[in-house]
C-alpha cells in the first residue's frame, strides 16, 4: 500500500493499520524528516519505501509512484492524505493562495488516481476528507473537501474494479480524544477488506 501525504498523525496510523497486516508500506511526503519520522514510528518490522514530493509538483509525484510501482510493483491499496488546513474567510485569501490549497487538497489526489487507477485491478483508493459541513471560517479547506466528495463519485465512476471512498474526519486528529488517529485508521482497513462498501465514512 501507498500513502501519499503522509503525517505524524493519521498517515502514519492507517500506515500502522495496514502494516500489521502484512502489508509493504510506502510513504509519500514533502519532506525528509517526516519520512523518517513516520518509517520510525512503524518499527524495524516494517518494510517500508520512502520518496519526497509535494502533491502539488505533477511531475515529482509521478515520478514518486511510477518508482514504487516498479519497486513494488502496483499497490492493493491507495490513501491520499495530503492536506493544507487553515482558517480563512471568502475573500481572505488571493486567487494564487486558493489554488495553492486547492491543488493539494484535490488536484494530487487526480493525480495519483490518473497513475494508479488504471493499473489496479482491485483494493482500494481512499481519501481523506473532512468538513461534513462546510464553514465559512474554513473556506479553503471546506472548498477542499467538498471537492474530494465530488471526486470520489467521478471516480467510482470511471472504473468498478477499486473501492473508492473518503473517509471524512469531522474534527481535529488527536490521540486519546473522539478523533484519535488509530481509531479512524480503522475506517480505511474497513473499506479495504469491503467490511465497509459505502463511498464515505464519516467519523465525527
Known amino acids: 500500500m ?4 503522509v503525517g505524524p498523525g493519521l498517515g502514519t496510523a492507517v500506515a500502522r493499520r495496514f502494516a500489521r497486516e502484512g502489508f509493504v508500506v510506502g510513504l509519500i511526503a514533502r519532506s525528509e524528516a517526516t519520512l523518517t519520522t513516520a518509517a520510525a514510528a512503524l518499527g524495524d518490522d516494517v518494510t517500508t519505501w520512502t520518496r519526497t514530493a509535494d ?4 511531475a515529482a509525484l509521478k515520478d ?9 510493483g502496483v499497490p492493493d491499496a491507495v490513501v491520499y492524505n495530503a492536506a493544507i488546513i487553515r482558517q480563512d474567510e471568502p475573500g481572505e485569501l488571493d486567487q494564487a493562495a486558493m489554488l495553492d490549497t486547492y491543488a493539494v487538497n484535490v488536484v494530487g489526489a487526480i493525480t495519483t488516481a490518473g497513475v494508479l487507477l488504471p493499473r489496479m485491478t482491485g483494493g482500494s483508493f481512499v481519501i481523506t476528507s473532512g468538513m461534513p459541513t462546510p464553514l465559512p471560517g474554513l473556506t479553503s479547506l471546506s472548498l477542499g473537501k467538498v471537492g474530494v466528495r465530488g471526486l470520489v463519485e467521478i471516480l467510482t465512476g470511471w472504473q468498478d474494479r477499486v473501492h473508492v471512498a473518503s473517509v471524512t474526519v469531522g474534527g481535529p486528529v488527536a490521540s486519546g480524544t473522539d478523533y484519535d488517529p488509530d ?6 482497513w474497513r473499506l479495504h477488506t469491503r ?8 467519523h465525527g
Not at 501507498?2 to 501525504?5: D, E, K, N, P, S
Open 2 to 5: 501507498i500513502i501519499v501525504g
Open 55 to 58: 502533491a502539488t509538483d505533477e
Open 64 to 72: 514518486a509512484l511510477a518508482a514504487f510501482v516498479g519497486t513494488h
Open 183 to 188: 481509531e479512524i485508521a480503522e475506517h480505511y
Open 195 to 202: 467490511e465497509v462498501t459505502d463511498h464515505e465514512v464519516r
